[in-house]
């Protein structure tokens, strides 16, 4: 067969990655390296000399002619700026191709051009990009040829983080401190090194290309601004796990083969709830890894999509009305030994090592809920959570009937004396074989749930870096870990002050944990009368980043300094306001230049039916003459929201920037939106289809 695809071949084809470097570089130059790698050992320019010059003959043999500082900023896309290889002509005319080590680990950018939230005016745009050597470099292939990536941190001149790595890694090092005094206090004595290991579960959509272009709302925002539900939805559940269509699955193949040439584990792959919608998980990896495969496999979902005549619409609610897309971020800490700190065991009532770190976690959820949740806030996400599909924007841990029976216990009695156990599942077939069901049932409605050995946090936007989250997991764990370990190192009995500690923090934090229904509207009552921060909007959100309990957790563990932290607040505010100026000026510009002239035809259209029609004689217009009433009102207040809309726009600039902004955009703007598109789709519903300026919703999700 052509298309035979040798998987094992092909994997990590076009990645430098450990093969490579043991196999091309020096063997003292590449036990330098990997003394930096995993120990986090400065690295010398000589060491970097070499390694660049190897990273450049492997990657021109791969084809790449340029290489590039591939980097996240604060915009939640990736960035890169690309330089050929090529030296200046000798006195022959000829050019070599030449990399430095000192090219390979440090670039210098202009950082103005990114958002800063006030770190730095523009007249002081130097800013830094250094190389994140535990995280392969790539060659990618695109229209533009090939391009050496190298994954790197970017900060300011005066070091501030402006990227989202960063933050990341310096969190990594805090969790991996603190979880090994915690292990040391266990006995554990050969673990070296504890890594919080993540897997992004990618939800997407995929629409006709021809389609999409017919969308300016979609084009300039990522979703649509109108329209109106078909007549079918998602209620007859027969797209979730259904079968994948053909165009779709060429479409998977291809990201597939991308992926795995890029060292992504694209594992997983099905159709979603929603029509249209899919999913895509790799096999789980460390963190800064996972970030960047996740940045990488957004990329070419969306590369790939416009190859096969699609487009992929990674925002997080593209229609209203139809499931939204997230990502969710499954978290667990293993050591280098192979240990998960949260594997439970199969008796976790006797596992006080887990039952500490549980209780740490439940702790650290607790006291930061308003952290994390700040840490899943987009704008995108503000459409989704809370709605039917998404988990509401209260955070709450479920831990299922297993731990639960358990903690109960600790709560109640102070000691646990057993764990419920799986029981024989029987399928009542003779042939079909009776396994052991897990000791407790999945819970699809909680944001934050215990998922066997690891924790699945399903906020997270599907367009989101999911770097956020990790830096709060991270560090709150880290925090929690930290305090624990205070005491216990300085308790003359440590099996009473660990029996203790659990039985206090079980109690203490008792109120995270909630295993019902997280859609149901008692759980927003109940999760009031806990004293849960319910922040309905990312703009509610964003103060969590600046609170006096915040500066000090990220201060202490060197994640964020204050005034990272306020710049990175300054930017969010920044963010939602654009968007939302961004899509409500689209709205206008749809409703003025296409939907308005749209109605007024189809109106027009109505009356000469009419009059042509009484010419003729006796005959009843009451039909159209209803209709054009009808549509002629609507008409009328859709003209006037669109004004509305477009005076309340018109004062944004005059607003000062920051949260006021931010706040005005999300009660008046985003109110005078709504207010403009409630008449706009009851007119879709009313108008000639032929008459209609753009594609329908059913248009777009039932016909790719
Ligand atoms: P589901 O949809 O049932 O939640 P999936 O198979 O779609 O499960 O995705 C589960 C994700 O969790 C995968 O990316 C998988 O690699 C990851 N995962 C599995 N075990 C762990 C673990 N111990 N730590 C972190 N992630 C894990
Ligand atoms: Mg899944």
Not at 124 to 141: I, K, L
Not at 349 to 357: C, D, K, M, T, Y
Request: with cysteine; proline share 4%.
């Amino acid at each position: 067969m052509s298309d035979y695809v040798n998987v094992t071949e092909i994997f990590g084809c076009d990645v430098f990655n450990d093969a490579v470097m043991e196999e091309r570089l020096p063997k003292k130059v590449y036990k330098e390296l990997k003394k930096t790698i995993e120990e986090g050992k400065e690295l010398s320019l000589e060491v970097a000399d070499v390694v660049a010059h190897e990273m450049k003959e492997w990657a021109i043999e791969k084809g790449a002619t340029h290489y590039s500082h591939w980097f996240q900023p604060l915009t939640g896309v990736t960035a890169e700026k690309h330089d050929a290889f090529i030296t200046a002509p000798k006195e022959n005319g000829k050019v070599l191709m030449s990399f430095s080590g000192k090219e390979l680990i440090k670039g210098e950018s202009d950082a103005s051009s990114f958002p800063s939230g006030g770190l730095r005016a523009t007249f002081e745009a130097r800013g830094y990009t250094a190389w994140d050597c535990t995280s392969p470099a790539f060659v990618r292939h695109d229209a533009a040829g090939g391009t050496l990536c190298i994954p790197t941190a970017f900060c300011s001149y005066t070091g501030e983080a402006l990227d989202q790595k960063t933050p990341l890694l310096r969190s990594m090092e805090a969790i991996n401190t603190q979880s090994l005094r915690l292990l040391r206090l266990f006995g554990n004595t050969t673990s070296k090194k504890v890594t919080p290991s993540v897997g992004a579960e990618q939800e997407y959509f995929l629409v006709d290309k021809e389609k999409w272009l017919q969308r300016k709302d979609l084009i300039y925002t990522g979703r649509t601004l109108f329209g109106a539900m078909p007549p079918k939805g998602q209620e007859m559940d027969d797209h979730y796990l259904g079968t994948i269509r053909q165009r779709i699955s060429a479409y998977m193949k291809e990201v597939n083969e991308e992926c795995w040439k890029l060292g992504v584990t694209a594992k997983t792959q099905h159709n979603e709830v929603a029509p249209a919608q899919h999913e895509l998980a790799p096999i789980y990896a460390p963190v800064n890894i996972a970030a960047d495969h996740n940045q990488i496999m957004m990329r070419i979902l969306k590369k790939v999509a416009s190859r096969h005549g699609m487009r992929c619409l990674l925002h997080e609610k593209p229609f209203a009305g139809v499931n939204g897309s997230g990502k969710h971020n499954n978290w667990s800490l293993t050591t280098d030994d192979g240990i998960n700190l949260l594997d439970p065991g199969k008796t976790p009532h006797e596992n006080i090592q887990f039952l500490l770190v549980l209780t740490c976690i439940l702790k650290a959820v607790d006291t930061h809920a308003d952290l994390l949740r700040e840490s899943a806030a987009d704008v995108g996400n503000d459409q989704r959570l809370g709605g039917n599909e998404a988990p509401p924007a209260v955070i709450s841990v479920f831990l299922g009937e297993q731990l639960g029976d358990v903690l109960d216990q600790l709560i109640s009695t102070g000691t646990a004396t057993h764990s419920k156990k799986g029981t024989i599942l029987e399928t009542g077939v003779k042939t079909l074989p009776d396994f052991m069901k897990d000791a407790t049932d999945r819970n699809r409605t909680s944001p934050f749930a215990f998922t066997g050995n690891k924790f699945e946090f399903r906020m997270v936007g599907s367009r989101d870096s999911i770097s956020e989250c990790n830096v709060v997991l991270n560090t709150i764990a880290a925090e929690a870990f930290k305090e624990a370990c205070d005491r216990l190192e300085k308790a003359d009995d440590f099996e009473m002050a660990v029996h203790d500690l659990i039985k206090e923090y079980a109690i203490d934090h008792q109120r995270i944990v909630f295993n019902g229904n997280g859609y149901a509207p008692e759980w927003a009552e109940e999760a009031k009368r806990r004293g849960l921060p319910n922040l309905p909007s990312m703009v509610d959100a964003i103060p969590a980043l600046t609170t006096d309990k915040a500066v000090k957790l990220f201060e202490e563990f060197h994640v964020f300094t204050k005034t990272e932290l306020e710049s990175r607040a300054e930017i969010q505010y920044e963010i939602y306001a654009k968007a939302v100026n961004i899509e409500a000026k689209t709205m206008i510009d749809l409703a003025t230049k296409q939907i308005i002239p749209a109605v007024v035809r189809y109106t027009t259209v109505l009356a000469d039916s009419v009059n042509t029609v009484r010419a003729v004689g006796d005959i009843d217009v009451s039909v159209q003459l209803e209709l054009l009433k009808k549509c002629s009102e609507l008409l009328k207040t859709t003209n006037s929201a669109m004004k509305n809309l477009s005076d309340v726009v018109a004062k944004v600039s005059k607003i000062p920037e920051g949260r006021e902004r931010a706040v005005y955009c999300k009660d008046i703007v985003c109110k005078a939106m709504t207010e403009l598109r409630t008449p706009v789709d009851e007119l879709e519903m009313l108008v000639d289809k032929s008459m209609w300026p753009m594609p329908s919703y059913g248009d777009l999700i039932f016909e790719v």
